[in-house]
């Protein structure tokens, strides 16, 4: 075995990030060894990190730099720092202690701390939709897949629940007892209004859209508020940590619950995982090609699986092959 | 805003591909030098002369990306240590006074200078930096062991260095051309 060799081949399996744990470690011991071997490394990581070819767009760089300095001024976007979601139990273990504390600092501030009222759980299993109807008169229709929970009564005129999942709301207007929702990402403070609200663990983003009335999104501490009005959304990208508010077919996005599904340029991949959810199928797909097609299109409810497959292989480069009791393969096959 | 712009064009994409020496996500570099270039804009930095203006900006994007790994790594403290442990030890080999070749030299120049490297060097290089295939998919390509590539790519990157930081650069100048000041 020739050593130098395994550490340059080591050091390379890092740069082109296919390090196994193994590696890792090895490389780490043998970067502490001595000063002599950081050199080598990190030079050679300047020396790759230096040949890296990006196009020269400086010029849009430019204009953008300008765009978000005037933003800046009238402060309406603001870059959004969240705690970064990280998918796994780490993730997960994190969030929960932050929504402990933030339920800490709730019942702090709250004077006469009021006995809980009990909890309701509604879930809607893959390839249903459901809808409820709170204590208040709120209408909720759920969308597959999704978790709503709810105080039994609304002690105090309290009007909260949480979500996990997509739901359209239809709040019944009380100015007095704000209606809140709340999700893993933000909460959505509303008072008479129709909104949709999509939130789901395994999306990277999460969006609230208005039709009718007003609402404030509650995100960070709780202590920043973006205000939307009827016709816009409210996007967060959870990878990037970034929310944006823009003019959006609202109506679109909560065709869902009469049971049609319009999309305009939609993620092949967060289509996949669309239909996945509403037809309580798996779709399984390995091409880079796919990953990277948008999508616009309808579909009606009352068709099945195999006709909406068959549709999207008639408008996009796809087949797809049946591989066993609800689970499909999506392959790319250029027209 | 003349002068200003100049700068920018000059350095934006330098630094841009400095900064992505230690944050990987480009958008959060993208945001590092917004707030860097604002400091130059609001403090009049563009008024400094040339060699101190660009140790600035890169000492400042350095320092930028330093600050967003800090707070990343307070907040995914169980997720993702180690990672961010390799890229402090790097941030502090900078600090301490390792010039990058991206700060040295003009990015036209490391293209040319890879272009100029033996052909098996050269094309590994290309696939795998301009085209961004993984080792595994330039073996396949190439039709050549694994290791080989890995190995190949290793000797690549040294030569390169070699071509950027010895006397080689001055006869890899009149290969490309570059006119001479007097």
Redesign the interface.
Known sequence: MNHK?DI??L???YL?G?CSITD?QEL?HW?SQSDEN?KIF?????????????E?N??E??L??YK??AL?KQTSTK?L?L??V?A?I??V??IGLVSIFILNMLSVETPNVRSEAAMMSFKVPFGSRSEVNLPDGTTVILNSGSELKYPVTFVDGKREVSLNGEAFFEVISDEANPFIVKTNYFDVQVTGTQFNVCSYTDDNFSNVSLLEGHVGVLFGQKDKVVDIVPGQQFYLDKE?R?YRVSERDVDMESSWKDGEFRFKEIAFPDLMKRLERWYDVRLSYSAPELKEMLYSGNFRNHETIWQVLDGLKLTTPIDYKRLGFRKFEIIYKPM | MAIFEQIFQKYYRSLLIYGLKFIKDEDDVRDVLQEVFTTVWENQKYKLEETHLKSYLFNSVRNGCLNYIRHQSVINKHAENEKWGLQLYELNFYKSGETSLIEKEDLGKIYSAIDSLPVHYKEIIELSRFEGLKNKEISEKLKIPLRTVETRLFRALSGLRKVLTGNQIFILMNLVGEPVRR
């Open positions: 060799t340059e081949q050091v390379i399996r082109n296919e890792q780490k970067l950081q990190y030079r050679t990581k300047d020396v790759w990190d230096a040949s890296l070819k990006k020269d400086t010029r760089a430019l953008q730099f978000q300095r800046q870059v720092r705690w970064k990280v796994g780490a993730a273990f994190v990037k970034r």
